[in-house]
């Protein structure tokens, strides 16, 4: 089973709006820990927010904003006002323990101009 | 420069010739680990070390070998490379501090292997 799930593969939204990237993670450790990556078309990584599963307060950084709910198991990614350069391959990934860690399959976001 | 080091960026090779995928970094890093990513499947890690002489299987370690017997070099071995390697690595690095990564990951710029 897949310990991390992106549903959405593929979204394209029109510069200026607001795009919501889900994801949904599974595990039975109490302490765990939760990243968003972003991959831009030139291929690196880049690291965006770490979380862990005993903050699950949501956090705003300029047009990013996460909300965690273990409730549900999610670790959802806001952009807001979309810009052409957030154009990306996004990943969340979940590590157990600190020591593996699992990556969702990604979702590619388009921002048309 | 705080950074992750790959070597070669990107390689063409036959079945069955050994190769080897360099990994280094210089942020004295203690958790080391290499990944594939392939389109569709994300990026799915092979190997892991949590400090020198210490590795552990990820997820997807057939036909891959790993060695850490430097803190800084972390190496992937492909002994005998089979098409179905093909793919895009990355090597990472990240601190490791009470028995856990709790860091985030530095990444490689990543290296494209081409098995034929």
């Known amino acids: 089973a897949q310990k991390v799930t992106q549903a959405q593969t593929e979204i394209s939204v029109v510069e200026k709006e607001d795009v919501t990237l889900d994801c949904v993670y599974e595990?039975?450790?109490?302490?765990?820990?939760l990243f968003w990556y972003k991959q831009p078309p030139s291929g690196e990584l880049v690291f965006l927010i770490r979380?862990?599963?005993?903050?699950?307060q949501n956090e705003i950084s300029g047009r990013y904003s996460w909300n965690f709910q273990k409730s549900t198991s999610s670790f959802n990614f806001t952009i807001t006002a979309s810009q052409v350069v957030d154009s990306a391959v996004y990943f969340c990934?979940?590590?157990?323990?600190?020591?593996?860690?699992?990556f969702g399959t990604g979702t590619s976001l388009t921002v048309i101009p | 420069e705080a950074q992750v080091t790959q070597n070669p960026r990107y390689l063409i090779t036959v079945t069955g010739k050994k190769l080897t995928v360099t990994c280094s970094q210089n942020?004295?890093?203690?958790?080391m680990s290499w990944y594939r990513q392939d389109p569709g499947l994300g990026l799915r890690q092979i190997y892991y070390?949590?400090?020198?002489?210490?590795?552990d299987k990820g997820d997807v370690p057939e036909g891959y070998k790993v060695s850490r017997k430097e803190k800084r070099n972390f190496p992937l071995i492909l002994e005998s490379p089979s098409p179905n390697q093909t793919s895009l690595y990355f090597c990472?690095?990240?601190?490791?501090?009470?028995?856990?990564?709790?860091?985030?990951?530095?990444f490689g710029p990543g290296t494209r292997l081409t098995v034929l």
């Open positions: 990934a979940l590590s157990e323990w600190g020591n593996q860690f699992y």
């Open positions: 979380r862990n599963s005993f903050d699950e």
């Open positions: 070390s949590m400090n020198v002489e210490v590795t």
């Open positions: 595990t039975r450790d109490t302490t765990y820990y």
């Open positions: 990472a690095s990240s601190l490791f501090r009470e028995t856990r990564t709790y860091n985030e990951q530095f």
């Open positions: 942020m004295n890093h203690e958790y």
